[in-house]
């Protein structure tokens, strides 16, 4: 289970038995993903590490961030003169496990030259798999993300959208976002019309026009995590929009009921998938749904666990995760709704995407 800064390192100490490769034992694990840092310790530069061990709990750095790290409590600090990554070898000792998913190959070999002794193996998620699980500090900071996006899809809704460009929308939501101290915790999507059909369809030039659906997926980053929702709107009036598109909004909508139905403790990640897709599959769209239904988010917007077909995920008390099923029919139009919720032991024990979805003509 996770918890605040500092304790955390406890935590992953204690995973050090069954960290290395094959669930082998390690002597300390090198940290130098910088979100892992983050979550770590609470620093937030551009260059730090960590050195865990039983007994240890060492941050790393560079001059430029000395005086700053002597505020993260619970560990000595130690500046690196000179060369990084031969200051980084030069201190690790017997067996040491480094973050092999985030450490190119060349980049390891360079530590390998330089560590004399010391033995590197690859010992890659094991600070992920404490993050996967959010504690109450962590969901309240996803929890104002959330709001905040809400708060900015209200002001959208009475702001709307025929007549603008999507590069139009997308500027004016990344702007108060920016207004408001947060920064968008993804590239926006503003997709109108045909436009609809792509998953990640890139806001351009094309003006929004009338009885055409426009999907919006957005979140924000503020405090240091992450939130993300998606809405699809009907623009002009509801004479104006087409049998084809209300179809594929109602099947979606029941899609996503279905899915966060099926979100539980214990629940695997496919199973819930498969849920939510057997809805999509039944009314004829199965092909058009080619993404998973969801993914865990807090400091990153794309965490453990996985909701998809292939998952091997199991669903824990705690996580937080998109229910996001999609519709996208090539040439014509598409719609996806998302939601962003806390997964309890019998079901959702809360969502935070509060914005309604029943269809909107904006």
């Not at 993804?186 to 045909?194: D, E, M, Y």
Request: proline share 4%; glycine share 14%.
């Amino acid at each position: 289970m996770s918890a605040e800064p500092g304790a955390r390192s406890d935590l992953l100490a204690g995973l050090l038995p069954t960290a290395g490769p094959d669930d082998s034992p390690i002597d300390a694990l090198l940290v130098t993903d910088l979100i892992n840092v983050e979550y770590l310790t609470g620093f937030t530069g551009t260059n730090g590490a960590c050195l865990v061990s039983a007994g240890r709990r060492v941050f790393l750095t560079d001059f430029r961030y000395a005086e700053r790290a002597t505020a993260i409590e619970g560990w000595e600090t130690e500046v690196i003169s000179g060369q990084w990554l031969e200051g980084l070898a030069g201190r690790l000792e017997g067996r040491v496990g480094f973050e092999d998913d985030h450490v190119t190959v060349r980049t390891a070999g360079l530590m390998r030259e330089a560590a004399g002794n010391a033995e590197l193996v690859a010992a890659g998620g094991n600070v992920e798999r404490l993050r996967r699980v959010k504690d109450e500090q962590e969901i309240g900071r996803i929890a104002a993300a959330a709001a905040m996006t809400d708060e900015l899809y209200g002001l959208l809704i009475e702001r709307g959208l025929a007549g603008r460009t999507e590069a139009a929308v997308d500027g004016w939501l990344t702007g108060w976002m920016r207004e408001q101290g947060a920064e968008p915790s993804f590239p926006l999507i503003v997709a109108s019309g045909p436009n609809g059909a792509s998953p990640h369809a890139e806001p351009g030039p094309r003006e929004i026009g009338r009885g055409e659906l426009v999907t919006v997926d957005m979140g924000v980053r503020l405090d240091g995590y992450c939130s993300d929702c998606t809405r699809t709107f009907a623009t002009g009036s509801e004479s104006e929009l087409d049998d084809l598109s209300r179809e594929l909004y109602e099947t979606t909508l029941k899609a996503n009921e279905a899915g966060l139905a099926a979100v539980r403790a214990g629940a695997s990640g496919s199973a819930v998938d498969e849920v939510a897709r057997a809805v999509i599959r039944d009314a004829g769209y199965g092909e058009n749904f080619g993404h998973g239904l969801g993914h865990g988010v807090g400091l990153e917007i794309h965490e453990a666990p996985r909701l998809g077909p292939s998952s091997e995920d199991e669903l824990l008390t705690g996580e937080v995760v998109t229910v996001e099923p999609g519709i996208y029919v090539p040439g014509e139009t598409g719609v996806r709704i998302e939601d962003l919720v806390v997964v309890g032991p019998d079901g959702v024990d809360r969502n935070l995407s509060t914005v309604t979805k029943s269809l909107l003509f904006v």
